[in-house]
C-alpha cells in the first residue's frame, strides 16, 4: 500500500502515476473480451529453449471470489487461467479446478486506458499454493512503448507494457497488447535479468 501525500488507495484499486494522458496522446481502451468457444494456439518458451504450442479456449463467463471472471482453459482443459473481467489482469492459475498459484485481488497488469508513458503501482497478495504462503507485492508498471511485435500469428502494432517490482518480488514482466485484436499478443517473464518464460501468439482467436 502506498501513501502520496493525502492520497490513499486501497488495496484493490491501482495507484496511477499519470491520471490522464498528455494532450495530443493517443490512447487504447480494452474492448468486451472474446466470448465463450472462443479458441487461439499460443506458444511457450522454456528458458531452455523448448517449446510447446497449446491451444487457449475461452470458458464460460463466472465469479471467482465475488468477482467477474474470464476463464481460460489451456490444453486439454485440466489448467485453467482466470483474470478479472474488467481489467483482464491475472488472478489465478488453477489445475484440476484447484488453485495452484494467485495474485489477489489481482496483479494489476492493465489500466485502462492505456498511453506511453503512463504509470501506475498495483499492490496484491500473491500466493502459490504448495507453500501457503503469502507475500504482498507492490509492482510498478509502465507503458513503455507503442511498437511494433513480430510473433507467429503475425506482426502487430501494440502497446509494451512493463512490470517491474516495487516491493518483495524478484520477477518482472513484459507484456505486448494490441488493439487491433483487443489481445495480448505477447508476454514474457523474468526473474532478475534472467527470461525464464515467454508466450507468443500462434493464431489469431477463432470466435465460435
Known sequence: ?????????????????????????ETATKRDFYPPGTRWKEKKISADGKSKVVEHVVLDDTEYNSTRVVKVSIGKGKVVKIYD?????FIAHQVGGKDVMTALPHDGRYNWPLWVGKSWVAPFDFQIAKTKKTIKVDKKYSVTAFETVTVPAGSFK????????ASNTKSSIILWWSPKINKTVK??????????????????PSLP
Do not use: D
Open 1 to 25: 500500500m502506498l501513501l502520496f501525500g493525502a492520497l490513499f488507495l486501497t488495496l484493490s484499486s491501482p495507484l496511477l502515476l499519470a491520471q490522464s494522458p498528455p494532450k495530443g496522446v
Open 158 to 165: 501494440a502497446y509494451k507494457v512493463v512490470g517491474e517490482p
Open 85 to 89: 473481467q474488467k481489467t483482464l489482469a
Open 187 to 204: 508476454i514474457a517473464h523474468f526473474r532478475g535479468t534472467k527470461n525464464i518464460i515467454t508466450y507468443e501468439l500462434v493464431t489469431i
